[in-house]
């Protein structure tokens, strides 16, 4: 049973091909990279409403490749030079990475790391509407209750540098988080109105599963762009400042005033200069400042992860995770999205292939009528019908379109208990493609990627709140 076993771990490791683009809106990539003692390097910080963010990329990951080049193995300047070059030539970039706890785990046991096992997740060509309009300067204050029916707040929190301070790795979809102004990167100033900015990261995570046993929490948070410039001018941050709390329900941000007003005035044209020098931003400077923050998986360990999965069963539930390949550029996928605005949800309709023979998407195991719930490893039920297109034509032959789908009787019954469908419950059906592919060795071409289910998230090493 040692095969199966490890072919479980592949899929809880969460190998991620990251295929990131630069935005006219934003400088840069939004990442920073950091040497590690050995091979291979780091993801230190991702920013906030970065390409690298909407790209997939996550804080302590490690890279793999870059470009299809295998650099588990190289230097640090050759990692940091591969991207810069890529970038600078306006290319695509191409990472292969996978979180460190799961690298070192995988590497112990022998286990390959191939471009088959990674799921693709790619920056979309424009940058999202939220994105744009996130407010600028403004910290937000946060206040999430568990209902009668969750399981958890909905998010996951990363350790700072040197084990001070905490992150948002990751906001859940349909949570009591998503419900709020917390974001993904969002560094944590205050909980409960104490501040804990400087506090040990494993005393924060601690107060968190308290405040979820007590089934209420109130954060004070900021992007990363925020907390660099208030690291940069030394400006008071408190909640205090702030006219109200945000409800839990609401979705708008009070904005907060600095005592230095010149640090909120973002329309004069002039930058700040990036508080980290060796964030992936104009030239690449060779240093790092103690404001960006680590992780260290001794203390991240010691948190039980919670999990969001529902408590609930719905007898003969069919989730599928199907992946679907086109023949060539010229080939459809065979599916027509539906976006049905009353409900706020899109379906899928099968169409003919080719001489009217059976389409990709229905060999791959769509069925008409299935609810969408992810591409390509990210949910998209908060996402809008143009935003769902662009993600779908991203997608180049011979990449695959990995999609998580439900019938209806199993959607609405997750709607109905206010629980979260995603690709790491243990009931999702992991769906042959449309095509047999040749198996891949980290050699291999990226063309030969195959989404997979993302890790299961009581055994993925940030804990989840």
Not at 115 to 121: D, E, K, L, P, R
Not at 128 to 140: C, E, G, M, S
Request: charged share 25%.
């Amino acid at each position: 049973m040692a095969g199966s076993s490890d072919a479980e771990l592949v899929r809880n490791a969460n190998i991620r091909l990251c295929k990131l683009r630069v935005w006219r809106e934003f400088d840069g990539l939004g990442f920073n990279l950091e040497a590690a003692q050995r091979p291979p390097h780091l993801i230190r910080l991702v920013e906030s409403n970065s390409p690298a963010s909407a790209g997939g990329l996550k804080i302590l990951d490690v890279i793999l490749y870059v470009n299809q080049e295998d650099v588990s193995e190289a230097d640090f300047n050759t990692v940091r030079g591969a991207i810069k070059t890529a970038r600078d030539s306006n290319r695509s970039i191409e990472l292969l990475v996978v979180e460190q706890r799961f690298y070192q785990l995988l590497k112990k046991k022998n286990i390959p790391i191939t471009f088959q096992s990674a799921t693709i997740i790619q920056t979309p060509e424009f940058m999202p509407a939220d994105y744009i309009n996130f407010p600028k300067r403004t910290p937000r204050t946060c206040n999430l209750r568990l209902g009668k029916s969750d399981t958890s707040f909905g998010f996951e929190v990363i350790n700072g540098e040197n084990d001070i301070g905490a992150y948002i790795q990751e906001v859940f979809p349909n949570t009591p988080a998503s419900n709020t102004p917390l974001r993904k990167c969002d560094r944590i100033i205050e909980i409960d109105d104490k501040n804990v900015d400087k506090d040990v990261s494993k005393s924060i995570l601690e107060k968190l599963v308290n405040a979820q046993q007590k089934g209420a929490v109130k954060l004070f948070v900021v992007d990363t762009d925020t907390y660099k410039n208030v690291q940069l001018h030394k400006l008071p941050l408190t909640s205090k400042g702030q006219r109200k709390s945000q409800s839990e329900d609401g979705l708008s941000t009070n904005r907060y005033n600095f005592d230095d007003h010149s640090s909120v005035n973002t329309n004069d044209g002039n930058q700040l200069t990036p508080l980290n020098p060796s964030t992936m931003r104009g030239d690449m400077p060779k240093t790092r400042t103690p404001s960006v923050l680590d992780l260290t998986p001794s203390t991240r360990s010691q948190i039980p992860p919670l999990t969001i999965s529902p408590s609930v069963d719905l007898p003969n539930e069919d989730i599928r995770l199907c992946t679907i390949y086109r023949a060539d550029p010229s080939d459809t996928f065979g599916i027509e999205f539906n976006y049905h605005r009353q409900e706020q949800l899109h379906s899928l309709s099968i169409v003919s292939g080719r001489n009217n023979e059976r389409s990709n998407a229905e060999q791959a195991g769509i069925k008409t009528d299935d609810r969408l719930i992810e591409i390509n490893g990210q949910n998209i039920q908060n996402l809008s019908h143009d935003q769902i297109t662009q993600r779908v034509r991203a997608v180049k032959h011979p990449d695959p379109l990995v999609v998580l789908v439900s019938d209806v009787p199993t959607f609405e019954h997750y709607k109905q208990q206010q629980k979260l469908i995603h690709r790491s419950l243990p009931n999702v059906k992991i769906m042959p493609s449309n095509r047999r592919t040749p198996s891949a060795s980290p050699t291999s071409s990226l063309h030969h990627s195959l989404g997979t289910r993302t890790p299961s998230i009581a055994q993925r090493d940030p804990p989840n709140i």
